[in-house]
């Protein structure tokens, strides 16, 4: 673009007030010739230099606005790619509210849900009433409005009125890695309710109490905008099911257990049957039976699958399943001890971490069959994760714990890849567009995940804070703070002090940055409330209070 001068005319055309004569010259005295046009008036230059400058600067000005509207096209690009990533935040702003509040004084029933979850349109939960029955509702995510409630009786009756295994609703969306089946699923989840009808104590070798319970279990496939059952499986007692990616593991006892039971001696020997069902099969598609040792008892049992592999853990006892057929890919292994994590990894590796006699142990399962034992190494499992990292398994060298520094080992070998000079902890932090984010203490920092270089890092005001983001945005809150801070650099964004009132959680806005202390409107200090707990509700988060009232931003 070429700059434009406009220069004023210097005749005397359209100017008031008195022309301004040349001056006189004399022969020799250096003037130019008569000829030659004359010196400018006084003013003028000034005036073209002064809108010359106002040119130069409209044109940096556009130019700076048009650059900024780019960043920003781009940045809301970027944040829109992960509005799909499950634990990514629902945008926030430096204008956050209070959406919309549940006081368990007047919404009992919501008040009881685990944290209500995000399917489809809408957030779906449940509560196990003292009835025996399980109450199933959903809410408009955006204003808390109750769309649909409904009550179904269970096959197991009333609960136990002093269960030390409590019974309990939980709710997810069906899922299949089926691209076809993954979209006849949508809006549909499947809210699995295990209600304890016989509990008792067991005596292990040592003398040891372990609380054992009877479940009975019911697999609800829901319909979420509507709360129409499409698919219901009562389950014999003692049978459990699992929810998993293209349908359900059903895991049944080749002995329930007996509440006459007293110690592991009265454990008769046997096993468990694992089936895994497709959603809407009329049959399993594979059938798998696991041993258990002697004197080992139907408890703790789970399962989970990604479409790759199904993990089944008893007992301590854990195997992994080929999920086409069934097939033994590792196991049994845990001797005992209590499954902490398990991790389905691209290509078809398996990363498993266990405690056992007070230690984590921590085993990478690669793509080949191969067993890798992670000597020293826990696993860091962030949460949210895009999979940009997918080419390295995320380690924490140490256990129990204590901070470490991030390890990058290869999911096809074992082979250490990379030793990051910065810390964190085990099961914590987040990874978006192949960074990982982690909060150590009050270090907020930035790790490329290709190579464990630090990219940024800052110093936050306030320890023990729990980190969520919005893809825009890190945010710790902490002590009653909620900070933001850029993921580009770190950057504090914009801060909000969480105040006691009588309707719950409330913000109030810190305009002097994460150290600033809150004042209100008026001037006054403003009393914060430290004890409020962060969770995530749906795709927003949410801030509860000791007493259970919830308030949920956007």
Do not use: K
Not at 175 to 182: A, L, N, R, T
Not at 544 to 550: A, I, K, N
């Amino acid at each position: 673009m070429e700059p434009v001068e406009l220069v004023e005319d210097d005749g005397s055309h359209g100017r008031r007030g008195p022309a301004v004569a040349p001056a006189a010259r004399t022969p020799g005295d250096g003037a130019a010739d008569p000829a030659s046009p004359g010196p400018a008036i006084p003013g003028t230059r000034t005036r073209r230099l002064r809108r010359m400058a106002l040119g130069t600067v409209a044109v940096l000005v556009v130019g700076l606005v048009a650059t900024q509207a780019v960043v920003d096209a781009r940045e809301r690009s970027r944040v829109a790619r992960f509005a799909d990533v499950p634990g990514v935040l629902a945008p926030l702003s430096p204008d956050a509210q209070v959406l919309w509040r549940l006081d368990p004084s007047t919404e009992p029933l919501f008040a009881t849900w685990s944290v209500p979850v995000s399917v489809g349109d809408v957030l779906l939960g449940g509560a196990l009433d003292d009835d025996g029955t399980v109450t199933l509702g959903a809410l408009d995510p955006d204003t808390g409005a109750e769309l649909w409630t409904q009550q179904l009786p269970l096959p197991g009756g009333r609960q136990l009125p002093t269960s030390v295994v409590p019974g309990w609703v939980g709710c997810a969306p069906r899922s299949s890695p089926d691209p076809q089946v993954e979209a006849s699923l949508t809006g549909t989840a499947a809210c699995v309710v295990e209600n304890p009808t016989a509990e008792f104590r067991l005596l292990d070798d040592d003398g040891a109490a372990q609380e054992v319970a009877v479940p009975t279990s019911t697999l609800l496939s829901i319909d979420a905008g509507t709360g129409e059952v499409i698919e219901r499986l009562d389950l014999p007692a003692g049978t459990s099911v699992h929810p998993v990616n293209g349908g359900y593991v059903t895991l049944t006892p080749d002995v329930v257990p007996d509440p006459a039971w007293r110690s592991s001696a009265d454990v008769p020997a046997g096993g468990v049957t694992v089936e895994r069902h497709d959603w809407g099969s009329a049959g399993p598609r594979w059938t798998f039976h696991a041993a258990l040792p002697a004197g080992t008892a139907f408890t703790s049992a789970a399962a989970d699958g990604d479409g790759q592999t199904v993990t089944v853990s008893v007992a301590g006892q854990t195997w992994i399943l080929d999920d086409a057929d069934g097939s033994l890919r590792e196991g049994p292994d845990g001797g005992g001890g209590y499954l902490l994590l398990l991790r389905s990894l691209p290509g078809g590796g398996v990363l498993t971490s266990w405690s056992q006699d007070g230690v984590d142990r921590t085993s990478l399962l690669t793509a080949d069959g191969d067993t890798r034992d992670l000597v020293g190494l826990s696993a860091l499992a962030p949460n949210p994760d895009d999979g940009s990292a997918s080419d390295v398994v995320l380690l924490v060298e140490g256990a129990d714990g204590a901070p470490g520094p991030i390890v990058a080992v290869d999911p096809r070998t074992g082979e250490q890849r990379w030793r990051s000079a910065t810390v964190a902890v085990e099961r914590s932090g987040f990874v978006l567009d192949g960074v990982v984010h982690t909060l150590v203490g009050t270090t907020l920092q930035a790790v490329d995940a290709s190579d464990g270089s630090v990219l940024w890092q800052v110093q936050v005001p306030r320890a023990g804070g729990t980190l969520f983001t919005d893809g825009s945005v890190a945010l710790v809150v902490a002590q009653g703070r909620l900070d933001a801070y850029d993921l580009r650099d770190g950057r504090a964004r914009w801060s909000y002090a969480v105040a006691t009132t009588d309707q719950g959680p409330e913000l109030r806005p810190v305009t002097g940055g994460p150290t600033a202390a809150p004042v209100g409107t008026d001037g006054s200090s403003v009393t914060v409330d430290g004890s409020v707990y962060p969770t995530i509700v749906g795709r927003r988060l949410g801030l509860m209070d000791p007493s259970g009232q919830l308030a949920v931003l956007g």
